[in-house]
């Protein structure tokens, strides 16, 4: 039990400290760090993943909260962005959102306000520090995130997009806890399941699979991160591998 209560514990502090300050962007600020390398290999993994379709839209999610998909999802991004791609990256987390914070952008208008009919495109697409990422951030939180995600504004928006952008990147909720990353999944070329080892348990990993199998959604992959390379020399504690 005072294991069970740690682990929880560690979860929380994770998620209060991310939704405040926003996530570590490694893959920018050192790039040479191992980590940083770590995200590039796991980018050309993907890239490789599909090789006969491009994929023009990636999903990110988890089992449950505190798992560090936002923390892939931005680095990867950032990523991407280095190849000369023009990438985007949308806060589809409705209820917790952190790219706003990470990016160091107002949260005033963003992806609700879209979804909503109260924004156009170029009054929520934002600029990066990094060239060739741009970001959507959530917009103020609504009271049905679920709702607005599966309206039509969602494929309008995507279409837009993708006139604009070679790769579009979605930062969606857990899984387990809402429907709104099974919304999305229909709707995106493929999608990752971020699960941190020693901390997702097998079951909850399990039944997000389980999930996303039922409606049917393209699993690139799971992306294992705080992953132990070698027990006998090292331990990386933000080490990411990709296992389809």
């Known amino acids: 039990m005072l294991k069970l209560f740690s682990k929880k514990n560690k979860k929380k502090q994770k998620e209060s400290y991310s939704m405040n300050y926003g996530v570590s962007l490694l893959a920018h600020d050192d790039p040479t760090n191992v980590i940083s390398e770590q995200f590039n290999t796991i980018r050309t993994n993907i890239q490789f993943s599909s090789v006969d379709t491009k994929l023009h839209s990636i999903l990110f999610t ?48 963003g992806l609700s306000n879209y979804l909503l009919g109260s924004a156009n495109l170029d009054e929520i697409v934002k600029e990066t520090k990094v060239p060739n990422l741009y970001v959507i951030t959530s917009g103020p939180i609504p009271p049905n995130p679920s709702e607005i995600l599966a309206s039509k504004r969602i494929g309008n928006l995507m279409e837009e997009l993708q006139n604009r952008f070679d790769l579009l990147m979605f930062d969606a909720p857990p899984v387990n806890s809402v429907t709104d990353a099974q919304v999305l999944a229909t709707k995106i070329d493929g999608t990752i399941l971020v699960t941190p080892q020693g901390v997702a348990e097998k079951h909850s990993v399990a039944h997000a699979k389980k999930l996303l199998d039922t409606v049917h959604a393209n699993i690139l992959g799971a992306i294992v991160n705080q992953a132990e390379i070698d027990k006998s020399s090292n331990y990386y504690g933000g080490y990411y591998g990709i296992e389809q």
């Open 62 to 109: 988890s089992a449950a909260p505190s798992e560090g998909k936002s923390t892939v999802s931005a680095n990867l991004a950032v990523s991407w962005a280095k190849q000369d791609e023009k990438v985007i990256l949308i806060d589809a987390d409705l209820r917790k959102p952190t790219i706003h914070k990470t990016f160091n952008q107002s949260n005033q208008s």
